[in-house]
């Protein structure tokens, strides 16, 4: 059975045990840089809280700070990427799909390019 974490319209299917270390990651690193009452930190608490094997953890929120969020995702990651506790399918999934989420989550925390017109 697979989780995800989900961002809007962007989703990072992996094995429930992966996705449940990369929250349980986040939600540390979340309390320890922000503090517990901080909107990423509490979403980050929640979803770990309730989370179960085959669910699509929903990290949208509206007035979230998405920098943060992506702050926390990819500090996670390279935290998960550092240790020796994943599989090389593992660190396959760290270092592609997990990747390709934190980038996704990043492009959201900049503002559209426009083209002006010549």
């Known amino acids: 059975m697979s989780s ?3 961002f809007y319209d962007h989703i990072c299917w992996g094995t429930n045990a992966a996705v449940h270390d990369i929250l349980g990651r986040a ?5 320890e840089r922000y503090g517990v009452a901080d909107p990423v930190s509490q979403l980050l608490a ?3 809280a ?9 990290l949208s929120e509206a007035d979230l700070p998405v920098d ?3 702050e926390v995702l990819t500090a ?3 935290q998960a990427c550092a240790s020796d506790e ?4 593992g660190r396959s999934w760290l ?4 990747a390709t989420f934190c980038k996704e989550v990043e492009t959201a925390t900049k503002p559209p390019r426009r083209t002006v017109p010549k």
């Open 4 to 6: 995800a974490l989900a």
């Open 27 to 31: 939600a540390s690193i979340a309390a």
């Open 46 to 48: 929640r979803e770990l």
């Open 50 to 58: 309730e989370y179960w094997g085959g669910k699509v953890v929903n």
């Open 68 to 70: 943060q969020l992506f």
């Open 76 to 78: 996670a990651r390279e």
């Open 86 to 89: 994943f599989t090389t399918m």
């Open 95 to 98: 270092t592609d799909a997990m």
